[in-house]
């Protein structure tokens, strides 16, 4: 397994750009976006082998199959963690999209979509939005809102 970053963000500022770190092996390439995650914990849950905070580096792919990575990296809600298989490219989004609102206002959404953020728009296959227009990081949740109580 290899670490490198992720294709270089076209903002230098770093409350801004994307810092995505990517993580690969022959079969399957995982990114996390650390500024995107709300720690809801799927992945270490899930998957403790290939994924362990208390470790450096804390994602280590050999520690499971690519496709039951995958299924792991598919639960986290925000998008924070993202795969691209070898094979194909890039990772299917739900069909049909939904969209579901929790208690505290926050929307998880999951299928193609396309989101305007300070950065342009970006395409992605699963995300929490803000639902109290609270968040510094517009459209996502980053939880400085009631919404993300």
């Known amino acids: 397994m290899t670490e490198r970053p992720a294709e270089p963000a076209q903002v230098t500022d770093t ?67 993202q795969y691209a298989p070898a094979d194909n490219g890039a990772e299917s989004p739900d069909r049909p999209t939904r969209i579901t609102r929790t208690p505290a206002g926050q929307l ?10 300070d950065e342009g728009q970006r395409a992605e296959t699963r995300a929490v939005l803000c639902g109290c227009a609270r968040s510094r990081r517009q459209p996502y949740c980053d939880h400085s809102g009631p919404c993300g109580q």
């Open 15 to 81: 409350n801004t750009a994307p810092q995505k770190k990517a993580y690969e092996t022959r079969e399957i390439t995982v990114t996390y976006e650390a500024r995107r995650c709300l720690h809801a914990a799927e992945c270490v849950r899930g998957l403790p082998e290939v994924f362990d905070v208390n470790r450096r580096p804390w994602i280590r792919l050999d520690g499971a199959p690519a496709g039951r990575v995958a299924e792991v990296v598919r639960r986290c809600p925000t998008g924070a963690l």
């Open 108 to 117: 998880i959404v999951r299928g193609e979509l396309t989101l305007d953020t």
